[in-house]
């Protein structure tokens, strides 16, 4: 599958964007698909995960609240509802899918997913 995201940007701390990740395939449903993003000097950490095609999903602790994954099969895209937004959420966010559903062992590590998009920039300002 190809990944194209999209909706990253400049916004003030307290604020909101949506990302959009547009996947290409006819099995998109099936996928474990989502968000991770990477700090400079950090590792790449899980955003939010949809889980296969059963609508569980995965956040990472400090996301929980404060962003929403949803997903629309019919358009093929996956979005990210980020709001409260803070300076530490400063990060270029990828959406990652790998087909199946992996466990949440599987999903913490991003070495478990096979297809990525590009990248788009977040930057929060204080």
């Known amino acids: 599958v190809q990944l194209q995201a999209s909706g990253g940007g400049l916004v003030q701390a307290g604020g909101s964007l949506r990302l959009s990740c547009a996947a290409s395939g006819r099995t998109f449903s099936t996928y474990t698909i989502g968000w991770f993003r990477q700090a400079p000097g950090k590792e790449r950490e899980p955003v939010a995960v949809f889980r296969g095609s059963g609508g569980d999903t995965f956040y990472g602790q400090s996301m929980k609240g404060r962003f929403t994954i949803s997903r629309d099969n019919a358009k093929n895209t996956v979005y990210l509802q980020m709001n409260s937004l803070k300076p530490e959420d400063t990060a270029v966010y990828f959406c990652?899918?790998?087909?199946?559903?992996?466990?949440?062992?599987?999903?913490?590590?991003?070495?478990?997913?096979?297809?990525w998009g590009q990248g788009t920039q977040v930057t929060v300002s204080s």
């Open positions: 990652a899918a790998e087909p199946g559903r992996l466990i949440v062992s599987q999903v913490r590590d991003a070495k478990n997913f096979g297809s």
